[in-house]
């Protein structure tokens, strides 16, 4: 897979194949339901990645086939490196990861976006690079730092995976890195003593996607806005903020009320989610959001009257 519609980069590269489901943003896997669907479709490289049951199996492996991917495209991009895995994954070899390692040094004109839910390994492999790349031929710290330029970003879904992230990004030894929220699951308050290049926001879209309140991308913008870190809204989802405005634009009926807006009884497509994330249902909060399923097309990404696209600075190093 090369060329891909995602907001924030050019292309995908998948050198790798297969994964297990580890934290809350996993639940609906995207790349499950891909991998299955490409299995179906004749693509014998996800054979030994989904079972009979249409779910990961555990394995993960090295696609030969599409290592040298990166050094063929000549014009440089930015590259999501295994958006239909994880490169930290712990059944992938170790010399498998330092295959795909050297492929990123040997094309340095692209900048490569590591997607990663495994942040303890994402974070001692950091140091094991700065062997691989010297055994390349590039010694010494600054060399290897030049050599290839590599964002790296550990995807969390709510306070508490982002307080884990956070800690193990504190030990990176890189120089870009960031906090990839999606899908967005909780409100969440940035630690302001860690370091952050780039923060992406997002919600959940497809079979079972779960709401994202409008009031966490908020208030995520404004800290990135107060402690200077590049904030890209990639989606709202597939579910937007039922306003009388939103239900006459997407064909919907809501009724205002003074207690707030009174939507159809269709739990499949309309819910109050509370502002701290929990179940409406069972702890109903005053001041949830009525939240619409429009789907993904029709949320769209606008937040606050625009669309938010920041990048972090350009840097040259790993
Ligand atoms: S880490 Fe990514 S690819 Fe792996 S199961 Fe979770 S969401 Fe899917």
Redesign the pocket.
């Known amino acids: 897979m090369s060329k891909h519609k995602i907001e924030w980069t050019n292309k995908t590269w998948n050198p790798i194949v297969g ?5 809350k ?2 639940k609906n ?4 339901r891909m991998a299955k669907r490409l299995m179906h479709m004749g693509q014998m490289a996800y054979d030994a990645a989904i079972g009979d049951d249409g779910r ?1 199996m555990g394995t993960v492996y090295l696609r030969e086939d599409q290592l040298c991917k990166p050094k063929f495209w000549k014009k440089g991009c930015k590259i999501f490196v295994c958006s ?3 490169l930290f ?1 712990e059944k992938l070899a170790a010399v498998a990861r330092d295959r795909i390692f050297a492929a990123m040094l040997s094309a340095p004109q692209h900048t490569y976006q590591i997607v990663t ?1 495994r942040y303890k390994e994402a974070a001692g492999y950091t140091e094991h690079l700065m062997e691989v790349y010297k055994a390349a031929g590039h010694c010494g710290r600054k060399a290897i730092r030049d050599s290839v330029n590599i964002h790296w970003l550990f ?1 969390a879904s709510d306070q508490s995976e982002v307080n884990e992230a956070c800690e193990n990004l504190m030990y990176l030894q890189v120089a870009t890195s960031g906090l990839y929220l999606e899908p967005l699951l909780g409100p969440v308050v940035l630690p302001g003593h860690v370091p952050l290049d780039w923060v992406i926001v997002g919600g959940e879209s497809g079979p079972g996607a779960r709401p994202m309140n409008p009031q966490w991308v908020l208030a995520l913008r404004d800290q990135c806005q107060d402690y200077h870190i590049p904030f890209f809204f990639k989606q709202w989802g597939a579910w937007e903020e039922a306003t009388m405005a939103a239900a006459a634009a997407h064909g919907y009926i809501v009724r205002e009320m003074r207690q707030g807006v009174i939507m159809p009884a269709n739990p499949n497509r309309y819910k109050y989610l509370n502002l701290d994330g929990s179940d409406y249902q069972n702890s109903p909060q005053i001041g949830a959001t009525p939240m619409a399923r429009v789907g993904k097309k029709k949320a769209g990404r606008i937040l606050d009257g625009r669309t938010w696209e920041e990048y972090p600075t350009e840097t040259t190093s790993v």
């Open positions: 994964c297990t489901k580890l934290r943003g996993c896997c995207y790349a499950e990961w239909m895995s994880d994954h839910k995807s």
